[in-house]
């Protein structure tokens, strides 16, 4: 089975149900409020435990509740959580998520412990950075701790995908060294400073991406509209599978571990897509970030029921 190793952020959820956003200075009545385990980091290792990877998590909570749901989350997928480490100095990091009855949301995150996951933390954890199979990162550490997990994954033979999520300057940085670039269409175009309006901008935005360093291919997540695969062969587009949303909170997440899944079981990029593309599908349809990820039996079943 192929080693996966995930580098990233651990956050609590803090959900308020809404019918709609609240415009600026607009107070509006919640319909509910919720608590979850999330984070992007612990999506991708919860969704790729579930469907039956081999996944170890590197990341950093603080000493307190939240860290414990998060680790009882993360331990009940069967994540691997030697390198979840824990600073008493700092809370672990939440998010405050507004979601509207369509679907939409509004998130805005308070980082906490995962910014104190400095590069010097993974230094106990090379071994682990060399042996991997697939490696996974995202923004939401250090844009330097990302860079020394990159380098030493790809001198190691690792693949490196890279979740380039919320795009924080200095992210350019880490596009040669990743093997997979995954940035949805507002990344994409702060990445590259072209417009993304239409599939042919989005398009010469992936394939400006691709020319600035060795990646093999930009895979540009779409929302309700899909996803897109910019190869240097050419692009292949991707309808969404069509699905009534509740909450879109983990979709990306579940697109990434969905895709790294089906690439470690050996299939290829483009049909791997496809399965990330109805995991997303289902994570959709629930409400909460890591309820909302699949098993593998889970997973087996809706993609049964889609081909019908």
């Known amino acids: ?31 509910s409020f919720d608590k979850f385990p999330g984070g992007k980091g612990a999506n991708q290792s919860v969704a790729l435990a579930r469907l039956g990877a081999h996944v170890t998590h590197i990341g950093k909570v603080g000493l307190d509740d939240h860290a414990r749901l998060l680790r009882k989350s993360l ?23 507004q979601l509207a009855d369509e679907g939409a949301n509004t998130i805005v995150v308070i980082p906490g412990a995962n910014m104190r996951l400095l590069p010097s933390d993974l230094d106990p954890f090379i071994p682990f950075l060399r042996q991997a199979d697939f490696i996974a990162i995202q923004n939401e550490i250090p844009l330097e701790t990302n860079l020394k997990a990159a380098r030493i994954g790809r ?16 992210s350019d940085q880490i596009c040669p060294l990743a093997h997979l670039i995954i940035p949805n269409e507002i990344e994409l175009s702060e990445l590259t400073g072209l417009p993304v309006t239409t599939d042919e901008q989005i398009e010469s935005a992936a394939g400006k991406l691709l020319e600035k360093g060795g990646a093999e291919a930009v895979i540009v997540t779409l929302g309700a509209r899909g996803s897109m695969v910019k190869e240097r062969k050419g692009s292949t587009f991707f309808p969404a599978v069509k699905v009534k949303a509740v909450d879109t909170t983990a979709a990306g997440d579940a697109f990434i571990a969905g895709m790294i899944w089906s690439l470690s079981e050996g299939k290829t990029l483009i049909d791997s897509v496809r399965v990330a593309n109805q995991v997303a599908a289902y994570a959709v349809t629930i409400l909460g970030a890591q309820p909302s990820l699949p098993t593998r039996e889970q997973f087996e079943r809706f993609s049964a029921q889609l081909k019908k």
């Open 75 to 97: 331990e009940e997928a069967g994540v691997r959580l030697n390198g979840l480490l824990e600073d008493s100095s700092v809370q672990t990091g939440v998010a405050f998520i």
């Open 1 to 31: 089975m192929k080693k996966i190793l995930v580098v990233g952020s651990l956050n609590v959820d803090l959900v308020v149900c809404t019918p709609a956003l609240p415009r600026e200075g607009q107070t509006i009545l919640g319909r």
């Open 155 to 170: 001198e190691g033979g690792a693949t490196v995908l890279y979740n380039p999520a919320p795009y924080r300057e200095g």
